[in-house]
T-cell receptor
Framework: AQSVTQLGSHVSVSEGALVLLRCNYS??????LFWYVQYPNQGLQLLLK??????LVKGINGFEAEFKKSETSFHLTKPSAHMSDAAEYFC????????????FGTGTLLAVQP | DAGVIQSPRHEVTEMGQEVTLRCKPI?????LFWYRQTMMRGLELLIY????????DSGMPEDRFSAKMPNASFSTLKIQPSEPRDSAVYFC????????????FGPGTRLTVT
């Protein structure tokens, strides 16, 4: 079955430190990949997306992600964490075709320490 | 564009009562998704529509849940009768259509059943 795995349900970093949130997908079919962010008491907001163009994708708020087919990964990074980055982050995948469904990972809660 | 609109934002009801959640997708979007989010189960897809037609309702937990999309600009999710275990945040999301996969989420309805 197609799935998305996010390693680490909780990640804590210091302000100014590198943020690395991991996402792996399972499929031999090239997917469309997404990262969403959810701030407390809000809906999910699209951070960035990969749709088979450049493998390094830049998103909002200084985040970027790199699609690595050989590793079936799409990890999210940010060079320097801000306090405002504290939120829950969801990786999602779509395999296109007739369905527009997204398969979501279980989420990673990012805490940023002062 | 106003984005995806959901109402009410908060709903508190007693067990056994009927609850109706409403969603207005982004104008021009022709796919709509209903999700439920809880701490225990994360983000679950309940049902989705393409061009107002239900495509996959396999995520609907039981017959107490029903969803309709009478036109392209309105959808409802109804729970009758409601139970305490239905307490969750319910999100609606819409997508532009074939060839696009990023979903745009509403702010959610926080449902509490006492």
């Amino acid at each position: 079955a197609q799935s998305v795995t996010q390693l680490g349900s909780h990640v804590s970093v210091s302000e100014g430190a590198l943020v690395l949130l991991r996402c792996n997908y399972s499929s031999s079919v090239p997917p469309y990949l997404f990262w969403y962010v959810q701030y407390p008491n809000q809906g999910l907001q699209l951070l960035l997306k990969y749709t088979s163009a450049a493998t390094l994708v830049k998103g909002i708020n200084g985040f970027e992600a790199e699609f690595k087919k050989s590793e079936t990964s799409f990890h999210l990074t940010k060079p320097s964490a801000h306090m405002s980055d504290a939120a829950e982050y969801f990786c999602a995948v779509s395999y296109g075709g007739a369905t527009n469904k997204l398969i979501f990972g279980t989420g990673t809660l990012l805490a940023v320490q002062p | 564009d106003a984005g995806v609109i959901q109402s009410p934002r908060h709903e508190v009801t007693e067990m056994g009562q009927e609850v109706t959640l409403r969603c207005k997708p982004i104008s021009g979007h022709n796919s709509l998704f209903w999700y439920r989010q809880t701490m225990m189960r994360g983000l679950e897809l309940l049902i989705y529509f393409n061009n107002n037609v239900p495509i996959d309702d396999s995520g609907m937990p039981e017959d107490r849940f029903s969803a309709k999309m009478p036109n392209a600009s309105f959808s409802t999710l109804k729970i009758q009768p409601s139970e305490p275990r239905d307490s969750a945040v319910y999100f609606c999301a819409s997508i532009a259509g074939t060839g696009t996969y990023e979903q745009y989420f509403g702010p959610g309805t926080r449902l509490t059943v006492t």
